[in-house]
């Protein structure tokens, strides 16, 4: 979210009523993108384009709108269009890069990066990237591969097929379980890079308390000894969020994603609510965004709210009630709307009284 912000800031001032030119159009998209109405901007880009099919501003716009929007295919071929346009167009650069990147095209974010250096040699942004891609580049040089039904997994060397084989059998278990569970499964064949302890640290910059990631892959430290039901544990967390991402791949609140990890890693296991003896609850509203800044007391504390929150979502609504607030976010309704509608009370009442 970091990078919308970045491109929100290119927009242009000045702005008559009733646009007419491509320029203008894609002012009023602008404007839009900056009030968070994607759809609108999407026409407004289209409108611009329909003027001046050869505006890079209008095409970087229609990108970033449709990225908003959830449509990845869309937004990639205008960033790569608006950079045929106009190859130093940073912006766009930043946008496709990390579009490709999320997709686990790796090598394509890099070329991205790379090719936009050249007209932009002191870009911050772009020089810390690129380092922090070609490092997991050199990383992942030296693994191997194995294809599952569902999963490609990269792990380093033939010392950890046994390794790999195991988590291939947890993960087609636990794609089932889940999938089943929520009643959809990932659009497409998920990564998995099994690292060791150091790898994964270096690579994802995850604090210490993390057990794995998600981030368009998954990313599961394996190294030293691996009790099992720790190993099924974290990789049916992150499956969660593959799962999830699938059909949101924006707009989830954190505690309703992580909570929604932290139930389907448990099986029948019931939530340990220990750590709610120590401390009161944070709100949950403050738990909309990354855990990632918590210190590792309020990162346990928030991962047992999340899960009896969602917990409480799924008696409120019934079984189905994941399912369609899922695709209630995915269609562009805001939380609130998606809320409410499968919930059937307002997301404000719900803050309120959840934990009663
Ligand atoms: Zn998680």
Do not use: C
Not at 297 to 314: C, F, G, H, N, P
């Amino acid at each position: 979210m970091l990078l919308a912000a970045t491109l929100l800031s290119v927009a242009l001032s000045g702005q008559a009523a009733g646009p007419r030119t491509a320029v203008q159009w894609t002012d009023a998209g602008w404007q839009a993108l900056r009030a968070g109405h994607a759809d609108e901007a999407a026409r407004d880009f289209d409108e611009a384009l329909r003027v001046d099919a050869r505006s890079p501003m209008a095409m970087l716009g229609a990108g970033a709108a449709a990225q908003l929007r959830g449509k990845t295919d869309e937004a990639r071929q205008d960033l790569a269009g608006a950079l045929r346009l106009q190859p130093s167009l940073t912006a766009a650069s930043l946008l496709l890069g990390e579009i490709l990147y999320r997709e686990a095209d790796l090598q394509g974010a890099i070329a991205v990066y790379e090719q936009a250096l050249i007209s932009a040699p002191t870009d911050r942004q772009l020089t810390a990237k690129l380092e922090a891609w070609r490092r997991e580049a050199a990383v992942h040089d030296s693994f191997s591969q194995r294809i599952a039904s569902h999963f490609t997994i990269m792990f380093e060397g033939p010392p950890d097929q046994p390794v790999a084989s195991r988590v291939a059998e947890i993960l087609e278990a636990a794609y089932w379980r889940i999938g089943g569970a929520i009643g959809a499964y990932p659009r497409d064949v998920v990564p998995v890079i099994l690292y060791s302890k150091e790898q994964f640290r270096d690579v994802t910059q995850s604090p210490g308390w993390a057990g794995g990631l998600f981030d368009g892959r998954i990313r599961v430290p394996v190294g030293g000894t691996i009790d099992d039901r720790e190993l099924e544990r974290v990789l049916s967390h992150e499956l969660t969020h593959a799962i999830v991402y699938g059909l949101a791949s924006r707009g989830v609140p954190q505690w309703l994603n992580e909570g929604l990890a932290v139930l389907f890693e448990r099986g029948a296991v019931a939530i340990d609510r220990a750590p709610l003896a120590d401390a009161p609850l944070i709100p949950l509203s403050r738990l909309e965004r990354s855990f990632q800044s918590l210190s590792s007391t309020d990162a346990r504390l928030a991962y047992v709210e999340s899960a009896l929150a969602t917990q409480k979502v799924i008696d409120l609504g019934g079984p189905t009630t994941i399912y369609n607030l899922l695709t209630n976010i995915a269609s562009g309704m805001t939380f609130e709307t998606a809320f409410e509608r499968a919930v059937l009370i307002p997301y404000a009442e719900f803050l309120k009284t959840w934990a009663e």
